[in-house]
């Protein structure tokens, strides 16, 4: 195979993955539009948009500030096809503020006093599946005074 042929090659695959890639955040950022977003009902969601395609078993961490004086909604919000996700919101220290585990809720309401950061850990079940399916899971803040 000649240079030209590998580099035609490359650059190819390279396009593919960027386009599937590129695909699969708007896939996510559609189900969060129709999905999601109607969840957070009287709570006006902040400009993050933060969203990851998982499959089961996997877990992802997200770092948030939240401004004092404010109620918040934190919601986590999942493609039917990962199952029931569970989340839990930790104080910069790692102290546990909330376990979604045992609630049958996907949103965690809370006002804070003071900014500070905390970091919101989510979960995907494990599965006994042959296939794996890949999910979005998004984790949406809104605010009001």
Do not use: W
Not at 83 to 90: N, R
Request: with cysteine.
């Amino acid at each position: 195979m000649t240079a030209i042929h590998q580099f035609s090659l490359a650059a190819f695959s390279l396009l593919m993955v960027l386009f599937s890639a590129s695909d699969a955040n708007a896939q996510c950022r559609t189900f969060t539009k129709k999905r999601c977003l109607p969840q957070l009902e009287d709570y006006v969601q902040n400009d993050n948009y933060n969203t990851a395609v998982l499959i089961p078993g996997d877990e992802a961490e997200l770092e948030l500030t939240f401004f004092g004086d404010r109620a918040y909604r934190l919601l986590v919000c999942g493609h039917p096809v990962l199952g029931d996700l569970t989340f839990q919101v930790l104080d910069s220290r790692g102290n546990g503020i909330y376990d979604s585990t045992d609630k049958e809720s996907n949103h965690f309401d809370f006002r804070v006093a003071n900014t500070q950061q905390m970091t919101v850990r989510v979960q995907v079940p494990t599965t006994d599946a042959v296939i794996e399916h890949e999910g979005c899971v998004s984790i949406m803040v809104g605010s009001k005074g």
